[in-house]
């Protein structure tokens, strides 16, 4: 961190922070990494203890995740990782550890109960739709870092809702003391096709004892309810269903949408996918049985995962059901990210969740049919070649296959590419193949990855990951070197990364003169880089302002401002962005402008020397995450003045700019 310069973004306000992330290898933690014992309660337990969260066995060597707690209440996303078999030598403990976190929260006795917290989040979603419905809650305490890395008693809250035939899964992280909404995002893992099954497309599998594929286990009463799979039929309903029961030994219930039987196969292909897990990483995918519930919805052409179960629609005009193998492995892998990593299904994270459900189906592929073609969604889709590419991303015209063309916002579908196109090289490589690759992946999601990974440390953990597997971690380095991550710590034997065949010229970088605006047009994920040389005295402020489209700001004192390396970003819904910088007299100051959707703007740089400055939010009302606002009501929040432009229960005015107009800084 820079300590010589202030960045300051609109409209984000950064408190006193003093919770510490550091690495565990600088701290003695063989106290608390074996204090296992059981507590009556978590007020007794010690500031700093640690419990096992997954375990994975390496010839002699045992790789132990264990999850960081702080009097008992889990820190999400820090985990240390301990290799048994090097006990009293250096490094035995790899990753991060939160310290000082009781400065930041004080004590861990939340001032809001889990129903209020519940009620809090669930208050927020689809108010006044009707044809809304909601089911029951999860709720779990933890101590949680914010963007400012100050940590927070909080209730991570997720449920899941319908709204008129559309499943979302609303993850929502509520301030446990204050009852505010700190953040939120859709946990419901969607995948927009699916691929190879029994349909008219890929042809008709024939399941059976006799048969090359072989059968699937039912129970006594011919119900498709197995010690690892059951399968509900839900008649095309959005709740209820029943297990699936029929006269023994064959089921020929029901052809749809071109599909033969797609409770078949999902019986089948979730049997395949749980036994690929034990027989090549010795664990289940989940900890619970898999249910997969088929027929869902009217005309639904997706598939999704909702932290319980996996759901298969019919398909669509487009689309074939979504019962095919490897979509089932898609979903069910999501599953096995949840329960591991917990990548978030959102930015960088989100498209490293999204690329690992691929990868695990090239993974069933191989396990099933001994091969795999580089294709995701090749047979669900009726009039498509295929729906995502492994060796070339790009060609289905949306996805991206190199971190230069990543942007904020974008989905976390067209961002998996990028990973994907890494899994190809890495399975390629000489001496690797798709299940080494496979296991490297998914050792980096048990033991590496955490919930908000980048890119980068993503690489670093499949890096790791290949050396805990004596695997030549060189092909790691080359493969993600051909999406443009270069991983830490994998040196290797085999030679330097092989060079991007396409090399991208340097972008030109356009003077920003103080006070004159400059318009800018393009296409989504296209930018412009503009530099303020020789920086003057006092607060500069980097902009955009007006026109149409969506775009966001990333800047950066004395270098150029990426998505990937910046001092401040501003990524607001539209084309109103803002970051401001004190202190930095007599250097240069970058800003990038990247399109989230095809764009036209101005952008400005300016400089604030209004001088002495007063406080416009005396006697103004504080926002409140449970208060109603009606339109036009103005109030104050973290520093500064936001106006309602409609009514709204505890909208948060930062992440909800259609909702407030923001007005100013308290202080003018």
């Known amino acids: 961190m820079r300590k010589t310069l202030l960045a300051l973004t609109l409209p984000l306000a950064i408190p006193a922070q003093a919770a510490n992330v550091v690495d565990a290898s600088s701290l003695d933690l063989s ?16 500031a700093l203890s640690f419990r096992e969260k997954s375990r ?25 990782v301990e290799n048994t078999a090097a006990r009293g030598f250096a490094p035995s403990v790899k990753g991060d550890v939160v310290t000082d976190i009781e400065q930041d929260i004080g004590g861990t006795l939340p001032m809001i109960n889990q129903q ?16 809304f419905h909601q089911d029951d809650a999860n709720t779990e305490l933890l101590v949680w870092l914010d963007k400012q890395q100050t940590a927070r008693l909080v209730y991570k809250v997720d449920y899941l809702a319908s709204d008129d035939g559309h499943p979302s899964r609303p993850i929502k992280i509520i301030d446990a003391k204050s009852g505010d909404i700190l953040d939120s995002w859709d946990g419901i893992a969607h995948l927009e096709a699916g691929g190879p099954g029994g349909n008219q497309k890929s042809g008709r599998f024939n399941f059976g004892p006799s048969t090359q594929l072989g059968g699937f286990q039912v129970n006594s009463r011919c119900q498709m309810d197995s010690p ?25 219930y029901r052809q749809v949408n071109g599909a033969y039987a797609p409770m078949n196969d999902a019986q089948f292909f979730g049997q395949k996918v749980f036994d690929m897990y034990q027989d090549w990483l010795g664990i289940r995918p989940i900890r619970q049985k898999l249910t997969m519930r088929v027929h869902y919805g009217q005309g639904y052409g997706n598939a999704f995962w909702d932290g319980r179960q996996m759901t298969f629609g019919d398909g669509n005009r487009s689309m074939y059901p979504l019962t095919t193998w490897d979509v089932i492995a ?72 190199h971190v230069d063309r990543y942007y904020q916002g974008i989905d976390v579908h067209l961002s998996s590419g990028i ?43 499949v890096c790791e990951a290949a050396k805990d597997l004596n695997y030549p971690a060189g092909a790691v380095s080359q493969a993600f070197a051909e999406v443009g991550i270069q991983p830490q710590g994998c040196q290797g034997t085999e030679g330097n990364p092989k060079p991007d ?34 920086a003057p005295r006092g607060t500069v402020w980097l902009q955009t302002y007006r026109g149409h489209g969506e775009v966001d700001l990333y800047a950066a004192v ?111």
Not at 360 to 374: D, K, R, T
Not at 425 to 432: F, I, M
Not at 648 to 665: A, C, R
């Open 31 to 46: 106290a608390a990494l074996n204090d296992d014992q059981p507590r009556a309660m978590v007020g007794s337990s010690p």
């Open 501 to 534: 065949p396409e090399p991208q010229p340097e972008p030109e970088i356009l003077p920003l003169t103080l006070d004159q605006p400059v318009q800018i047009q393009g296409r989504a994920g296209a930018g412009y880089q503009f530099v303020v040389k020789n």
């Open 116 to 131: 209020q917290a519940i009620a809090i989040a669930q208050g927020q979603t689809h108010q006044g739709s009707q044809h």
């Open 228 to 252: 690892d799979v059951k399968t509900i039929n839900m008649n095309n309903r959005e709740w209820g269903g029943e297990v699936h029961q029929f006269n023994c030994p064959q089921n020929t």
């Open 56 to 80: 994975l066995q390496v010839g002699n060597k045992a790789l132990v995740r264990k999850q960081q707690l702080h009097h008992g209440v889990p820190v999400y996303g820090y985990s240390v």
């Open 419 to 461: 990973y994907n196109k890494a899994f190809y090289h890495l399975a390629t490589s000489d001496q690797w193949n798709i299940k080494k690759a496979f296991k490297a992946f998914a050792t980096a999601n048990q033991l590496y990855w955490r919930p908000n990974s980048s890119f980068q440390q993503g690489a670093n953990g």
């Open 330 to 401: 898609h979903e069910v892998s999501h599953g096995f990210t949840e329960q591991n990593s917990g990548l978030e299904y959102r930015g960088m994270s989100g498209g490293m969740n999204e690329s690992f459900s691929d990868v695990a189906a090239a993974a069933l592929g191989q396990y099933v049919f001994g091969e795999f073609n580089w294709k995701m969604g090749e047979d669900v889709m009726k009039h498509s070649e295929a729906m995502r590419y492994f060796i070339n991303p790009s060609k289905d015209g949306r996805s991206i296959g």
């Open 558 to 668: 004395g270098r150029p401002a990426t998505v990937n390396d910046n001092d401040c970003a501003s990524t607001n819904a539209g084309n109103e962005e803002y970051c401001g910088f004190s202190q930095i007299q007599g250097m240069d100051l970058y800003v990038t402008v990247v399109g989230a959707r095809d764009y036209a703007t101005n952008v400005l740089a300016r400089l604030d020397d209004r001088g002495v400055e007063t406080n416009r939010c005396t006697n103004m009302p504080t926002w409140g995450g449970y208060n109603y606002y009606p339109a036009g009501v103005t109030v104050q929040y973290q520093g500064h003045l936001f106006q309602a432009t409609q009514d709204n229960w505890g909208i948060d005015p930062f992440t909800n700019q259609w909702v407030w107009q923001y007005q100013g800084s308290c202080q003018s």
